[in-house]
């Protein structure tokens, strides 16, 4: 991984960017790797984490993604020299998961563009509470919309805009206690027709392997007998059950 990622960085060095490119801030880049939530768990990608959220959780995984001064710590990257890096690491992996903080705070249109245009296949992690018209452009995402334990309050009528415009789109809900089930209950009401996930909600520092799968257990049980959740899918966060809880993976 060491040698991967000194090869992304020369060619960046390496890329000559247009001055009219918009840098994008980027606190990490890593991969290949296995995406670890969701729908699309499993499957081989690269991962591009951009800097900046419009909420801050209580129990948020990647709060140096946010938290105050973050912004001035990332790499501003223009979009030609992100693809460049993420080609240079890639291995033969041709997917890209954007993520956050929440992606959708930037223009990322000029990035998606060039993606595509190399034949990346494109994925975000978001929130759904921004609705920028690029994301019809994105081959897929997953909104997560946050639950009570976070802190944060949901905007259904921005949600139900993203998901409208994204051509395939996947809803997870991470499930700490009994109010965050009522709501992934909910979510499920609202939006039937898009896939949803409930995911174990996962303390970082606190929670290990046996206390994920512990609560993982009985939140499939729970889900199991309920009518009203249909076709849900029930998941842990694989990368951390392989890695634990720990950046660049």
């Not at 257990?217 to 694989?238: C, E, F, I, K, T």
């Amino acid at each position: 991984m060491r040698d991967a990622s000194k090869a992304m960085r020369d060619a960046s060095r390496a890329t000559r960017d247009p001055l009219t490119e918009r840098r994008l801030p980027v606190i990490e880049m890593f991969g290949p790797t296995l995406q670890g939530e969701g729908r699309v768990i499993g499957l081989k990608t690269m991962f591009v984490r951009l800097a900046g959220c419009d909420y801050a959780c209580v129990w948020c995984d990647t709060k140096y993604a946010w938290e105050p001064g973050q912004l001035a710590r990332s790499e501003p990257l223009a979009p030609a020299a992100i693809v460049a890096r993420l080609e240079a690491a890639a291995g033969g992996c041709r997917r890209v998961t954007l993520s956050g903080g929440n992606p959708a705070l930037h223009d990322l249109a000029p990035l998606v563009e060039q993606l595509k245009a190399r034949g990346w296949r494109t994925h975000m992690e978001t929130q759904g509470s921004l609705a920028p018209a690029w994301l019809a452009e994105i081959d897929s995402a997953t909104f997560s919309p946050k639950p009570p334990s976070s802190g944060m309050r949901t905007d259904w009528a921005v949600l139900a805009q993203a998901l409208a415009l994204c051509r395939d789109p996947d809803l997870k809900v991470v499930v700490f206690d009994e109010d965050d089930y009522a709501y992934a209950v909910d979510v499920h009401g609202r939006f039937p027709e898009v896939p949803l996930t409930l995911q174990v909600g996962n303390r970082v520092g606190e929670d290990t392997a046996a206390t994920l799968l512990e609560r993982l257990n009985r939140l499939a049980d729970r889900a199991l007998g309920d009518s009203r959740l249909g076709d849900v899918r029930v998941l842990p966060q694989m990368h951390v059950l392989i890695w634990g809880n720990r950046r660049g993976v």
